[in-house]
């Protein structure tokens, strides 16, 4: 399967939306995200025996809390680069780099999907 192709300058114009197989939990101010594992037949096999883990977590510091709460399916990423900028005093394209790369990764790890119109899956 081909990962679809979004013209550079329309990617402020995605929509980041969370992935609904993600559990959130907060414990003291921090907040973790977890999503399940997928299991191949031999981790499957192997559960009988030892316990394996059935989620995986990721923390996020303050700054990924931020944005990750923005992540909503209604705001694009134009939308969370200028409210992160103006919060915090920098200049868009400083923003911009952060929140696209913070982004990147929860995209690479399946936390969140990109939709372009808020309707093709990008």
């Known amino acids: 399967m081909t990962e679809p192709v979004v013209d550079a300058g329309r990617v402020l114009d995605l929509i980041p939306v969370p992935n609904r197989a993600?559990?959130?939990e907060t414990r003291a101010g921090a907040t973790i995200l977890y999503t399940p594992i997928e299991w191949s037949w031999w981790l499957r096999a192997?559960?009988?025996l030892l316990p394996v883990r059935r989620e995986r977590g990721f923390a996020l510091?303050?700054?990924?809390q931020e944005v990750w709460r923005e992540c909503d399916g209604e705001r694009t990423i134009?939308?969370?680069?200028d409210a992160f900028a103006s919060r915090h005093r920098v200049r868009f394209h400083e923003a911009?780099?952060?929140?696209l790369q913070?982004?990147?990764?929860l995209s690479e790890r399946?936390?969140?999907a990109m939709?372009?119109?808020?309707?093709?899956e990008a």
């Open 22 to 24: 993600v559990r959130e």
């Open 46 to 48: 192997l559960s009988w």
């Open 61 to 64: 510091d303050a700054l990924g």
């Open 78 to 81: 134009e939308m969370i680069v």
């Open 96 to 99: 911009r780099q952060a929140v």
């Open 102 to 105: 913070f982004l990147r990764m």
């Open 110 to 112: 399946n936390l969140i």
């Open 115 to 120: 939709l372009l119109d808020g309707s093709e």
